[in-house]
């Protein structure tokens, strides 16, 4: 696994493990669960070697999330990120009458580190910054594809990159609130497709704004 994650993960870590004091009169734990949309901002490079004129688009998708916070004090909190969405891949340009030219599903584990602004407040604005580790699986390629250029195998690689964040949490009672809640995740992969032993490969960077709605509770 990449140094730069396990360094941050490391870091989150130290944060949350940090020992409490014994009069501390606050919730340590938050758990919220959201409805997302997925909307990758994505910027895809040619096919090579064989579709210098063609490139890809990454559809959006909506799916339910979970995440845990563990607030070391008042202000400062960890958040780890779980949730999995998929996605389509279109042809674009020279590929662009193929239509849906493979999918694949995204699973992005992610963990922030968040400052809260006013957290004794009925309404409680923070922002986070941090690290997603994201996972390609389950990638395939269209039958639209394959008629065109016989049977391929698609592929895309792993991603490490950095994460931001903003929301607020809004009370309902003592314990329950909404959740609004505005992510950025920094996500770069390299497509292979193995049609026989040629391999076209290329680069896109997906890069999503990720809006939720959700709700919360503290313990």
């Known amino acids: ?50 579709f210098p004129t063609a490139h890809t688009g990454v559809t959006n998708s909506y799916a339910p999330e979970v995440d845990f916070t563990y607030m070391a004090t008042k202000h400062v909190g960890a958040e780890l990120i779980l949730g999995t969405t998929e996605h389509d891949i279109n042809g674009r ?14 699973l992005p584990p992610t963990l922030t580190l968040q400052y809260h602004f006013l957290p004794d407040g009925h309404v409680r604005p923070y922002v986070g910054a941090g690290i997603n580790y994201t996972i390609f699986y389950s990638e395939k390629a269209s039958g639209a594809l394959q008629d065109a250029i016989g049977k391929t195998k698609l592929g895309l690689s792993d991603s490490v990159g950095y994460a931001l964040q903003a929301g607020v949490d809004i009370d309902i009672s003592r314990r329950v609130f909404v959740n609004l809640d505005l992510k950025y995740l920094d996500i770069d992969t390299k497509a292979r497709l193995t049609t026989g032993s040629l391999v076209n490969r290329e680069r896109v960077h997906l890069d999503p704004l990720v809006p939720g709605i959700g709700i919360g509770m503290r313990f």
């Open 1 to 50: 696994m990449n140094k730069g994650f396990l360094f941050a993960a490391g870091a989150v870590l130290a944060a949350i493990t940090a020992p409490a004091h014994a009069a501390d009169d606050y919730q340590h734990w938050i758990v919220r669960l959201r409805a997302i949309r997925v909307t990758p901002t994505e910027r895809t490079g040619a096919i090579l070697p064989s």
């Open 93 to 106: 340009g020279a590929l662009d009458s193929l239509g849906k030219a493979g999918h694949t599903w995204v």
